[in-house]
């Protein structure tokens, strides 16, 4: 299995470069089992696409502005992307820079302070803060937060507004950690969320903090030779009783992006979905059987990513790709601001 496998055309302008003026506004494509036709939807359909006791699971992650410049004591400029806060004051990061930085490199941050790195991890690299005399007590988490530029994904062109801070977030965002939004939650605002409790859906969640590293391209052409980067993730004792409950009542435990997926199939042991806090690495692609899940809303993903696999393996290739065709027909929008996809497993 080869990564062009799932290649598919978009045209450019179909990738979302802002949000639209309300999170629900977005279109729904939804994949029944074939031969059942794809349906045109919008997201407000949800309550009428769900059941009574169906469970909607979401990952609470938050997103840090973890983007921040400084320049190098030679001279040279430096972006820094921080993937993970390691402790008070250390990161693993991706540095953009003219020429590779070696250990010992000291940075000076436009924020105040000092980066200095320790060394490098395969595309990352180990960095310690030191924060200036006037914050001498702040953590490198207070300095994103004061500091630190939200990191917009690389296909959207634009730098990011203040109305991004806001919009890239989920309304049910509380776990600092993520450099990324969960996408697929941003389409859900207070009145959905009234409208499908006065359904009788239930809502639970999880917590995958979403690392830099998802926006790396796959860079060999086998799937199987593919290694995924390392994301913390928590599936609560909590969560796990309310997908008991839910398959004891008869009703559907439903994912709210991929990142659902990855963290309840890192957390099914021997068949069954058991509590567990720890770093994952599963990568999921056509083959792999998910058991966690019954449907998954999800956005539109790039062509030949691990999420695009993700969606396949869970609804079948040729579906998909004939669904991501349609989409591509009727000029759905794209990627992280872009329109999502409802889609259940084949019959």
Do not use: C
């Not at 009428?48 to 040279?76: H, I």
């Not at 702040?138 to 062109?157: D, H, N, Q």
């Not at 450099?179 to 969320?193: C, K, N, R, S």
Request: net charge neutral.
């Amino acid at each position: 299995m080869k990564k062009s496998d799932f290649h598919f055309e978009l045209p450019v302008e179909l990738i979302a470069q802002a949000p639209l003026a309300e999170r629900s506004a977005s279109r729904l494509l939804v994949l029944p089992p074939a031969p059942a036709p794809l349906a045109d939807r919008g997201i407000r359909d949800l309550p009428d696409l769900l059941q009574p006791g169906d469970l909607l699971v979401f990952n609470d992650t938050r997103v840090l502005p973890a983007r921040l410049y400084g320049r190098k004591t030679s001279g040279g400029r430096v972006e820094i992307l921080v993937e993970r806060v390691l402790g008070a004051n250390e990161a693993r990061v991706q540095l953009g820079a003219s020429k590779p930085s070696r250990p010992g490199t000291a940075i000076q941050l436009d924020a105040g302070g000092e980066a200095e790195v320790l060394g490098r991890e395969g595309e990352f690299y180990r960095l310690r803060f030191t924060p200036p005399p006037e914050h001498a007590d702040e953590s490198l988490e207070k300095l994103l937060l004061r500091a630190g530029r939200l990191p917009l994904p690389p296909y959207i062109t634009r730098e990011a507004e203040a109305a991004d801070a806001e919009r890239y977030q989920t309304v049910f965002a509380r776990e600092v950690g993520a450099v990324a939004a969960p996408t697929a939650g941003l389409h859900f605002d207070p009145p959905l969320l009234d409208a499908l409790r006065a359904r009788g859906v239930e809502f639970g969640h999880v917590t995958l903090h979403v690392g830099a590293g998802t926006f790396q391209p796959m860079r060999v052409d086998s799937v199987h030779e593919h290694r995924m980067h390392s994301e913390w993730l928590n599936v609560g004792a909590e969560l796990v009783e309310q997908v008991r409950r839910a398959r004891a009542r008869g009703g559907r435990v439903i994912a709210v992006g991929t990142t659902v997926v990855r963290a309840l199939e890192s957390a099914m042991r021997d068949g069954e979905l058991l509590p567990y806090a720890g770093e994952t690495t599963i990568f999921i692609f056509p083959g792999y059987r998910l058991r966690s899940i019954d449907a998954l809303l999800t956005n539109f993903h790039l062509p030949e990513s691990t999420l695009l696999m993700l969606v396949s393996a869970f609804a079948g290739r040729e579906r998909v790709l004939e669904a991501y065709r349609h989409a591509v027909a009727q000029k759905y929008r794209f990627f992280s601001y872009g329109d999502a996809m409802l889609l259940f497993p084949p019959a």
